[in-house]
């Protein structure tokens, strides 16, 4: 299975192919790739290419976008099963986009080629982990794809102490977990539109009722975030996510506001919002 999309190519325009990794002489292209935009140092752990070679003799995904000869995006993934419901899913562990080709779509178009992989294999749900602070990559999971937030896991990795570019002590691994129906149409909510005043909005880590949902408020931008104010968001976004979901709510958009939401007054530039909203 290889599809050839079309998203910008860096300097023009060309199809990017988007299909499984088949050669096992290219995985150490994928994990070049992966320490590269991960910004990994010497030693530090990454995936092993022989990790890669075993996953899809054994129900797994090695999926890789080419923009001819170059590998350009890269995901992976195993097949799951839910502990308490024995659900069984495809798990993505991780899909990294090359810098000079992040936000052309090649992003998208790597998860669509794993969804079609992953639905040959008979499963219709798959999984992931990200970082709920990172507005750019919910509103991609959310907003782009469609998939929910279901469950918040706290400290999922251990300390991250390689984070770049940051100084201070290590941050928690805490991740949001979505699922993607793979078989529906994709159903993403319509863009935030919330009649509030702006003094109402809540804050970074604070939540506020938009009806009979609830709004979240994270950094629009976390890496211009302060790292003494970074803690204290973190910890305000691990208690509203666990309380919400707790109580039966779902991730199901992030985003900024735009001037005909509905909001009454200035909405903060450097702000996104999570819409939270019962189970569905």
Not at 50 to 67: E, F, K, Q, T
Not at 97 to 107: H, I, L, N, S
Request: with cysteine; glycine share 14%; proline share 8%.
């Amino acid at each position: 299975m290889t599809n050839d999309m079309n998203p910008t190519r860096a300097g023009g325009s060309g199809p990017v192919r988007v299909g499984p990794i088949e050669d096992p002489a290219r995985l150490p292209e994928a994990v070049e790739l992966y320490r590269t935009v991960l910004e990994l140092r010497p030693g530090d752990p990454a995936v092993s290419p022989r990790l890669l070679a075993g996953l899809p003799r054994n129900g797994g995904s090695v999926i890789g976008a080419y923009a001819g000869d170059t590998l350009v995006g890269f995901a992976y993934g195993y097949v799951g099963r839910d502990s308490v419901t024995g659900e069984v899913y495809h798990y993505s562990q991780a899909a990294v986009v090359g810098r000079d080709w992040q936000g052309r779509g090649v992003g998208r178009a790597l998860k669509q080629g794993q969804r079609e992989y992953v639905l040959a294999t008979g499963l219709t749900r798959m999984r992931w982990a990200y970082d709920p602070v990172r507005a750019r990559n919910a509103h991609f999971n959310l907003d782009v794809l469609g998939a929910r937030g279901r469950w918040f896991v706290r400290d999922l990795y251990g300390p991250d102490r390689r984070e770049p570019g940051r100084g201070g002590p290590a941050e928690p691994t805490d991740r949001l977990v979505v699922e993607w129906d793979l078989a529906g149409a994709p159903s993403p909510v319509p863009g935030l539109a919330v009649d509030l005043p702006a003094d109402r909005l809540p804050a970074w880590g604070e939540t506020a009722p938009a009806g009979d949902d609830l709004l979240l408020g994270v950094p629009r931008t976390w890496s211009r975030t302060e790292p003494g104010r970074a803690a204290r968001v973190r910890a305000g976004v691990r208690h509203a996510l666990e309380s919400a979901l707790g109580q039966g709510y779902v991730a199901v958009s992030c985003g900024a506001l735009s001037p005909s939401s509905g909001t009454r007054g200035d909405a903060r530039a450097d702000t996104a919002y999570y819409r939270l909203r019962r189970d569905v």
